[in-house]
C-alpha cells in the first residue's frame, strides 16, 4: 500500500506542477477488446474525440486499431495502424491527416493482492500530410488500485494513474528537441462487469513550449468472438 501511495504522489506532484491556465479540453472515448475462440490473438480498437474545449471544437478524432499476442504470462507483443486529424483551436480549422503504424510491448506485475503495475513500450511511424517522415517511442507506466470489488456480480471499482512520456527518433526532430510530450492522468474507473466499463479522470499534457488541462471519460468493452 505504501508503494501504491507513493506512485500517486508522484504522478499528482507533477501533475500539479505543470498545471496551465489555458481553457480546459474534453476527450470522449472507445475502447474495444476482441478475443477469439481457440486463438491466443487479440484484436484491439478505439475511437477518441478529442476537443480543444469540454465539447464542439475538435483537435483530434483518431481512429485506432491492433493485434496483440501474448509471448509470455506477462509480456505481450502487439502491432496496429492509426488514423489522425487535426484541427487547431478556433478557425480557421487547417485540418490534416496522419497515417501511423505502431508496435507495443506490454507487461504489467502485481504489487501486494490486489494493484496492478503497468508498462507500455510503443515504436511508432508517422506519416504526417506535408511533413517529412516522423518516428518516435513512448513509454508508459501505469496503476490501477482497486478500492470495491463484488465478486459475486462481477462489479468493482478502481483508482488509476500513469505517466506516458513521448520521444522523438527522426532525425530532424531531434534536431530542434527530443522531448515530444508527457502525459499525466489521474482517475477513476468502475467496472459494471467483465465486460462493460467506463473510466473518467483529468489529464496534463505537456508539451514542448506549454501545457493543456483534459477531461478524459471513456467506455470500455470486451466482446469474444
Do not use: C
Not at 468502475?190 to 471519460?217: A, P, R, T
Request: hydrophobic share 35%.
Amino acid at each position: 500500500m505504501k508503494k501504491n501511495l507513493l506512485t500517486i504522489a508522484v504522478l499528482l506532484s507533477s501533475f500539479l506542477s505543470f498545471a496551465t491556465n489555458d481553457p480546459t479540453g474534453g476527450w470522449f472515448m472507445y475502447f474495444g477488446n476482441a478475443s477469439f475462440d481457440q486463438s491466443k490473438l487479440k484484436a484491439n480498437y478505439d475511437i477518441q474525440y478529442r476537443n480543444h474545449d469540454l465539447a464542439g471544437d475538435l483537435n483530434q478524432l483518431l481512429v485506432r486499431g491492433s493485434v496483440q499476442y501474448p509471448l509470455l504470462s506477462n509480456i505481450t507483443l502487439g502491432a496496429g495502424y492509426a488514423f489522425v486529424l487535426t484541427e487547431k483551436i478556433n478557425e480557421p480549422n487547417v485540418p490534416f491527416n496522419e497515417n501511423r503504424i505502431y508496435q507495443d510491448v506490454l507487461t504489467q506485475q502485481n504489487i501486494g493482492t490486489v494493484s496492478i503495475l503497468k508498462h507500455r513500450f510503443r515504436f511508432e511511424q508517422r506519416f504526417i500530410e506535408n511533413q517529412d517522415f516522423k518516428s518516435r517511442i513512448r513509454y508508459q507506466l501505469g496503476i490501477d488500485i482497486p478500492f470495491y470489488k463484488d465478486a459475486d456480480k462481477q462489479k468493482s471499482a478502481y483508482a488509476t494513474a500513469y505517466n506516458e512520456i513521448f520521444m522523438n527518433l527522426d532525425e530532424q526532430s531531434r534536431k530542434s528537441n527530443p522531448f515530444d510530450r508527457n502525459r499525466i492522468f489521474l482517475g477513476a474507473g468502475y467496472k459494471f462487469n467483465n465486460d462493460l466499463g467506463v473510466q473518467f479522470g483529468w489529464m496534463n499534457q505537456m508539451l514542448q513550449n506549454q501545457s493543456y488541462q483534459q477531461f478524459m471519460f471513456s467506455l470500455h468493452h470486451n466482446i469474444k468472438l
